[in-house]
C-alpha cells in the first residue's frame, strides 16, 4: 500500500511517501523557521498562507522524488490535530480533496500518534505492550501503549511542555529558535556543575512532570549573571539540558518499574537530544527506541506511515473534513476495532 503523507499542523509542511513494502520512499519539509523569526514565535495566519503556497509544489516533488505519481497512490494521510486550527485545514482539505479525486481514502491523523508510531518505522519493533515518552513543543505525555490506537496516559506535564521550556530557556539565553538543538550545542562546553538547577516533581510520587519552575530558575540564574559571556551561556544551557533530561529520565525509570515494561519508545522534537538519548539508554533496565533526528520533530513521514498502518486494517472515515485544535490521544478508536 502506498500512502502519501501531509503534516500541516504548526510551522512544518511535511509531505512523505510511505511504501508498507518497501518502507519510506520519499521526505521532503519545508520549514518556516525564517518566516516566524521577527515575530518571536508562530503567526499562525502567516503558517497558514505559507502552508498554502508550498503544499502542492511539496506534493510535486514528493512523488518525484519517490518515482511514483498520483495514479500509484493507495491513500492519503493528512495531520488532523492537535495544531493551528487554520495551519491543519491547509493539509486537510488539500489531502481530502485530492483522495477525493483519486478515488482513494483519505485518513486524518493524530499528530501525537504520528510521533509516537515514528520510532516503529525501524524493523526493530518493540512488543506490546510498551511505554512511551512523548516530548515535543506542545506535550509532555508518558503514555502506555496497548496497540495503535489503545494509550492510557500515566502522566503528563501540568504546564509548560519539556520542547517549550528549552524554546523559552533559549530565548533567555539569546539563542534562536527552536531552542532545542541550540540549547543542546551551546551546551557542549558547558559545566554540568557550575549551578544546580532543580528536577521538578521528582520528590513526589506520581508520573505527571512540570516545567515551569525550570523556566523562572532559569531566568533568576541569567538575571544574576548579566551581562552573560559565552561561558555563562554555555553553563547555564548544560546545566537546564542536565535538568531536564534528569527530571525525564526518572520519570521513565519510575514508568517502567510500575509497568513491568522492557521497552520505552521516545518520540517527538525532544527525542532527538542526544544527551536525553544517552541518558535514558544508560539509566533504564529497558531498551530503548527513537527515531532518526529528522523523523523525531515535525515531518510527513510519521503521518504516512501512521496513516499507512490504519489504512492496512481497513480503516475508513466519512467525506468530511474534521480538524481539531486540541484532541487527547486515548478517545482514539483503536486501529483494527
Ligand atoms: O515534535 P516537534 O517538532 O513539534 C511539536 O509537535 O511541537 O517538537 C518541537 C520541539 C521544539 O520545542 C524544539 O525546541 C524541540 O522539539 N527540540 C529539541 C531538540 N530538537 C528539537 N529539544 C531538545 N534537544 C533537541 N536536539
Ligand atoms: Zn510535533
Not at 200 to 217: A, E, H, I, W, Y
Not at 260 to 276: C, Q, Y
Not at 305 to 323: K, N
Request: proline share 6%; charged share 20%.
Amino acid at each position: 500500500m502506498l500512502v502519501l503523507g501531509i503534516e500541516t499542523s504548526c510551522d512544518e509542511t511535511g509531505l512523505a511517501v510511505y511504501d508498507s513494502q518497501a518502507g519510506l520512499l520519499a521526505n521532503v519539509l519545508h520549514s518556516q523557521v525564517e518566516l516566524h523569526a521577527d515575530y518571536g514565535g508562530v503567526v499562525p495566519e502567516l503558517a497558514s498562507r505559507d502552508h498554502i503556497r508550498k503544499i502542492v509544489p511539496l506534493t510535486r516533488a514528493v512523488l518525484d522524488r519517490a518515482g511514483r505519481s498520483l495514479a500509484d497512490l493507495d491513500g492519503v494521510a493528512y495531520t488532523a490535530g492537535p495544531g493551528l486550527m487554520g495551519a491543519l485545514l491547509v493539509g486537510a482539505g488539500f489531502g481530502r480533496s485530492l483522495a477525493w479525486t483519486l478515488g482513494i481514502p483519505a485518513l486524518g491523523i493524530h499528530h501525537m500518534e504520528a510521533h509516537l508510531l515514528a520510532p516503529l518505522m525501524d524493523a526493530a519493533q518493540p512488543p506490546l505492550p510498551f511505554v512511551a515518552l512523548l516530548v515535543s513543543g506542545g506535550h509532555t505525555q508518558l503514555v502506555e501503549v496497548d496497540g495503535i490506537g489503545a494509550y492510557t496516559m500515566l502522566g503528563e506535564s501540568l504546564d509548560d511542555a519539556a520542547g517549550e521550556a528549552f524554546d523559552k530557556a533559549a530565548k533567555m539565553l539569546g539563542l534562536g529558535y527552536p531552542g532545542g538543538p541550540h540549547i543542546a550545542r551551546c551546551a557542549i562546553d558547558g559545566d554540568p556543575a557550575r549551578f544546580r538547577f532543580p528536577r521538578p516533581m521528582t520528590d513526589r510520587p506520581g508520573l505527571d512532570f512540570s516545567f515551569s519552575g525550570l523556566k523562572t530558575f532559569t531566568l533568576n540564574t541569567v538575571k544574576a549573571h548579566e551581562p552573560l559571556n559565552d561561558r555563562d551561556r554555555a553553563d547555564i544551557a548544560r546545566c537546564f539540558e542536565e535538568a531536564v533530561v534528569d527530571t525525564l529520565a526518572i520519570k521513565c525509570r519510575r514508568a517502567i518499574d510500575q509497568n513491568g515494561a522492557g521497552h520505552l519508545v521516545i518520540a517527538g522534537g525532544v527525542s532527538a537530544n542526544v544527551r536525553l538519548r544517552e541518558r535514558l539508554e544508560s539509566k533504564l533496565d529497558a531498551r530503548v527506541h527513537y527515531a532518526e533526528p529528522s523523523l523525531c520533530t515535525d515531518n510527513g513521514a510519521m503521518v504516512a506511515f501512521a496513516g499507512c498502518q490504519r489504512l492496512l486494517t481497513g480503516e475508513t472515515e466519512p467525506l468530511r473534513i474534521v480538524t481539531r485544535a486540541r484532541w487527547p490521544m486515548t478517545s482514539l478508536a483503536p486501529a483494527n476495532s
